[in-house]
């Protein structure tokens, strides 16, 4: 089956920095990379997702790109600020196949 | 209801005891997952049904049951719990051609 590796596990910075979180996975025939954004006791939300015939995708002030040939997918946050701190979780699906495969996430904080 | 409930919210438990998780989604999704989340071990899927009727494992299906009798309930059993079945479990459905996952607001177990 698939696996998902996510890094860094946790991540500080500075109000108005940006922040990369990296993915990797392991089956090639993956075709959708979705990524979670999960505050303190609340439950996942959809933030952005990419799929596999799409190289880089934005919403305002967050993007993820994707590099099928090495497997891996970054997301991007740019101008953070402090409700920007939480969980992140990358995932993935095989083409074919309705379940995700999540990372471990990353704790992201942006300090004032 | 509008979207996904759980129930209950949390609940403390005896460890041997038979306990279910209700899941029920009003949004006619063919798909239902249970995961459970861990510190550090991020979402884990534990059963999936990708249409009423059907079930299948995910990556840690022991110690649980799940069933599909319609649309809108995917209920999880713990048929005797254990200590390591302290987690949160969140259940989340979708639809194909839609984007990610919607995600219940999550049940905490303590088992003890």
């Known amino acids: 089956g698939e696996n998902v590796e996510q890094h860094p596990s946790t991540l500080s910075v500075q109000e108005g920095d940006s922040a990369v979180i990296k993915c990797t996975y392991s089956d090639s025939a993956s075709n959708y990379f979705p990524w979670y954004k999960q505050e303190l006791g609340k439950r996942p939300q959809l933030i952005i997702d990419?799929?596999?015939?799409?190289g880089e995708k934005k919403d305002q002030r967050i993007a993820v790109t994707l590099n099928k040939t090495a497997k891996h997918f970054s997301l991007h946050i740019t101008e953070t600020q402090p409700e920007d701190s939480a969980v992140y979780f990358c995932a993935a699906s095989i083409k074919g196949y309705s379940t995700l495969t999540f990372g471990k996430g990353t704790m992201l904080l942006v300090s004032p | 209801i509008a979207g996904i409930t759980q129930a209950p919210t949390s609940q403390i438990l005896a460890a041997g005891r038979r306990m279910t998780l209700r899941c029920t989604q009003d949004?006619?999704?063919?798909?239902m997952y249970w995961y459970r989340q861990d510190l550090g071990l991020g979402l884990r899927l534990i059963h999936y049904s990708n249409t009423a009727g059907t079930t299948g494992k995910g990556e840690v299906p022991d110690g649980y049951s799940v069933s599909r009798a319609n649309t809108d309930d995917f209920p999880l059993t713990l048929a005797s719990a254990v200590p390591s079945q302290t987690s949160v479990y969140f259940c989340?459905?979708?639809?194909?051609?839609?984007?990610?996952?919607?995600f219940g607001s999550g049940t905490r177990l303590t088992v003890v």
């Open positions: 989340a459905s979708s639809d194909p051609g839609m984007d990610g996952y919607t």
């Open positions: 990419i799929r596999s015939n799409v």
């Open positions: 949004m006619r999704h063919n798909a």
